[in-house]
């Protein structure tokens, strides 16, 4: 095992931290809040001869999807980073990275979309995104965006999956707090990640390809499902990589983090910063003797249902946090696709879904522990509850 | 095979095709023909990446599992040739910096368009990469009007033009508007190069502009009047004809820009009435008719109109 090198920065710097080790070929990228700092800090490691990756100054987030898709498909390790509206812009170009088989690497600083504008974190942007066909995976804190951007590229680039990655963190919360953090040496990383050696690429002289057909209803269909099959050959892959991740820096990961939940009997299960949050006030309910837990999702693509159940099985309840409006009625993706995988694996807990920390609202130890307390009063108490409503709000309705 | 010295079109039809036959495009596209007419300007050793926007020639030329393409293509979106090129020519010089490419590996990087995408939704994505100044070429294959998706008129479309969505009807004379000047706009870059040119009897300024514009370092724009059979309404046999008849009534001057000196090709001899060449053309069969003589008369003064301003760009000191 490595030793670690103790430091203390942003989500921005760690993620930057983490490029400048990595050093890719190519870098478009056009700057949004609050994702900004990392294309400026990749520019300074260029003009500092740190890193001598091309960085791409596009002049759109449509530019700068697209210029990755080209680049990667010409055989150059490839990355960009955005928020928010340009992910969105981004949108047809997510499809076409991933349709291509390009394992370009994203890191997306989560941020609401608009309206009414806003720069601070929700996770509007990604799931907005969730169905792209790009790998997702979501940090607690700065040392978890630092590892999971190092084990992005053996991810999306192993050969039974060539997907496109996306990193998320929090907007600000992530991003922009500093923390402790421990980083690795640099020679153990670029190791770990290893050079890009794709099979077929653009500037292969003597073997061209062509890239992009046109794909008529007698073919397209076999290509979406060689995708979705990539799909799921990424589950075993992350656990693959985290593994050998875990030899090189001691620091677990799977596709979520289990806190307290070997006797949980009422659980949160969430994505991102909030699960600090969480933890926090599930270690003040435990000291009461109330036995909960939080399951933190990692990995939202693939979606680990199976494993999901699993974990919950032996709860009563759990409250399904999404920190997005999906605006259908119902709940939340998160609670959308929990309740769905745990009624497919035929595990009948209750379940309730809430909506909270919409565009940088604040979510409290308060706000968990009002959760916790709902939960167990309709299991006990069979006191009726809605089955999907907001937290946080300024006025309760 | 060079376009300098003692050019012969026969020895320029001896290169080896890198669009080859096979493909769907329509008979009397002028597209095709010019495309691969640009393609003879590379030089046969050196390799090539070609780009290309969704259209008539995308969905043509590369329907999975069939290409017509020697070189490597990359096909992406509609609106993003430009950028998606940049990209591939960005990557050429990160690999090449790296040692992943021999020195001897010589890649060019060609992208073609038609009008809809390139004066229009493709727009921004050009002017960006041409702004940025990739070593590369953006061909826009304009034949003034969507034609891939049936006709809609585009910015590049001239007006009274007859389209699906310029109907000509008992309230309509066709498109309203004039159409947009894409080779001035990115003359306007101040990039290293940009030409017109079109289908000409010895394919001599297409031949030599293509090859210019591959070997300038830096980027370059080519913009290219392509006759569509069926937009237009010819018949397949003129499209030759047709190319003529644009340059002779000043329709489609002959131009380039070199390094911001603009410098006209071809002045004809007596220029043509505008007639001449709407006259072949379906879409503008409305104009000949009884009562249409001041529509006539309004092109007539537009092509006049911008005919004088090439006239001074080009005569400027």
Known sequence: METPIRQRMSGNEAVSEAIRQVNPDVMPAFPITPSTEIP????????????????????SEHSAMSAAIGSEAAGARTMTATSSAGLALMWEELLLAASNRLPIALTLVNRTLSGPININCDHSDSMGARDTGWIQIYAE????????????????????????????QDGFITSHAVENIQLLPDAPVKAFVGDYDPEEYLLNPGKPIAIGPYSISAYAMEAKKAQAVAMENAREVILEVAERFYQMSGRKYGFFESYRMEDAEYCMLLIGSAAGTAKEAVDELREQGFKVGVLKIRVFRPFPEKEIAEALKGCKAVAIMDRVESYNGCCGPLGSEVTAGLFRNKVMIETVCYTYGLAGRDFTTTHVKEIFGALKALVEEGKPIPHNQYIGLRTRS | MSTSGNYRLKNMLKQPERLTPGHRMCAGCGATIAIRAVLRGLQPTDHAVIGNATGCLEVSSYMYPYTSWEDSYIHNAFENAGATLGGVETAYKALKKKGKLGPDENYKFITFGGDGGTYDIGLQSLSGAMERGHDMVYVCYDNGAYMN?????????????????????????????????????????YVPYVAQSTLTRDFMDLHRKSEKAIYTEGAAFLNLCTPC?????????DVMEICR??????????????????????????????EDFLRPQGRFAHLFKPGNEHLIALFQEEVDKRWEDLLYRCNRE
């Open chain 1, 141 to 168: 804190n700065n040392q978890e965006v630092y590892d999971n951007y190092i084990q992005a590229f053996p991810i999306a680039e192993d050969k039974r999956v060539h997907l496109p990655i996306m990193i998320c």
């Open chain 2, 229 to 237: 059979p069926r937009g237009w309404r010819y018949e397949v046999s």
């Open chain 2, 245 to 274: 008849l644009a340059v002779e009534t000043c329709y489609w001057p002959l131009f380039e820009v070199d390094h911001g000196k603009w410098i006209l090709n071809y002045e004809p001899a007596k220029k043509l009435p505008i």
């Open chain 2, 149 to 189: 998706t049936g006709i809609q008129r585009s910015s590049a479309t001239p007006m009274f033009a007859d389209t699906t969505t310029t109907p000509v009807g008992t309230e309509s004379d066709g498109k309203i508007q004039y159409r947009k000047d894409l080779a001035a706009i990115i003359a306007e870059h």
């Open chain 1, 40 to 59: 400026q800090m990749v520019s300074t490691f260029i003009a500092n001869g740190q890193v001598d990756t091309e960085f791409i100054p596009v002049e």
